[in-house]
């Protein structure tokens, strides 16, 4: 009887592995301590899952790509700090101050418990409003209607919810690695680049890589011969927190305050990551622990195409997304 097909190529890549002293993720659940993993093409099918879906970590995973930020590459991480310096990269609770996509602004009060001797603070914050990390349960695949691992919306409101896709999982576990900085706005300026970071314009993955090359950086996988390792946390700087610091309070307010529909002809725009399967082939391959932008949306807004990078970054492979990260001192740095 023939052997099966599946059972033969694993045998073929222990092999290769063996040779190669590498560790590739064949089975699942997979093992983050692998050094090998599906490129985008070779993903398994999983039952019940949409098409593309990385669900890979376990069924009641909510990690995600965090899974990859193993003790082992933390470390390896920790030993390229050359210089010690802290900068941080949110912004202020105050900033923007006119938050887009009709989100609420945030309020500050002081309660006094006792004058002149203790007082508290009461903060009334929408998450989405400034500097922000998006969680799973921000943004679903939406012709499944599927979150992360299969979250569905009756998980995060209703009669029964439940903690599924939680972004408290995250703060147990921790995020902490080695980041790679793309500042292509900075790129942008020193090839005469001119774009508007408050209007639609798309970065492509051909722009990065030229951002990245004159950086000195491969931005491709390790797999592919790049400087990407796995489990890197990535930053793009395309200009937005730039702008919003050079335009008078009336004007970045009037700018937030444009009508918002979904669809092409969004009154909200803003430059960001280009939707293109080349942009997915390369945040997914790369195995980004995380990703994030200094852009209100990350990708470029509204999408031009019949789907959002959201989806898959988030409800397909369960990987953070930060934007509106203040990356002004870091690229000066």
């Known amino acids: 009887m023939a052997e099966p097909k599946n059972t033969s190529n694993q045998r073929l890549t222990q092999i290769k592995d063996f040779l190669t002293m590498n560790k590739t993720a064949t089975t699942l659940p997979w093992d983050p301590d692998c050094t090998k993993f599906p490129s985008r093409k070779e993903l398994p099918s999983i039952p019940g899952a949409p098409e593309e879906a990385a669900w890979c970590w376990g069924e009641n995973d909510y990690l995600g790509r965090l899974n990859l930020l193993t003790p082992s590459r933390v470390a390896a991480a920790g030993k390229e700090i050359r210089t010690g310096e802290i900068i941080p990269v949110n912004l202020p609770l105050t900033t923007p101050e006119a938050p887009a996509f009709g989100r609420e602004p945030f309020r500050h009060e002081i309660k006094i418990l ?28 939406i012709p499944s209607g599927s979150f992360y691992n299969n979250t569905k919306g009756e998980d995060i409101v209703g009669p029964h919810p439940n903690h599924k896709c939680s972004i408290h999982h995250w703060a ?30 798309p970065i492509s993955f051909e722009q990065l890589y030229l951002c990245g090359k004159d950086q000195g950086i491969d931005i491709r996988p390790q797999a592919q011969g790049g400087d990407i390792r796995i489990g890197d946390l990535l930053f793009i700087r395309s200009g937005w927190v730039e702008q919003y610091n050079l335009k008078s309070s009336e004007e970045r307010n009037a700018l937030a305050l444009r009508p918002h529909a979904l669809g092409k002809d969004d009154g909200q725009r803003y430059a960001g990551v280009s939707q293109e399967q080349r942009v997915l082939d390369w945040l997914h391959d790369c195995y980004f622990a995380a990703v994030a932008g200094d852009a209100p949306a990350f990708e470029a807004w509204p999408s031009h195409e019949d789907y959002h990078l959201h989806e898959y970054i988030l409800a397909l492979w369960g990987m953070p997304l930060g934007e509106m990260l203040d990356l002004e001192r870091l690229a000066a740095k």
Not at 115 to 121: P, S, T
Not at 123 to 128: A, G, I, K, M, V
């Open 114 to 141: 006792a004058e002149n001797i203790a007082y508290d603070d009461i903060y009334h914050l929408n998450t989405q409003s400034g500097a922000q990390w998006d969680g799973f349960r921000h943004f679903a695949h």
């Open 172 to 201: 147990e576990h921790g995020i902490a690695g080695r980041g790679v900085l793309l500042d292509y706005r900075g790129y942008a300026y020193k090839k005469g680049i001119n774009y508007d970071p408050y209007e639609y314009y």
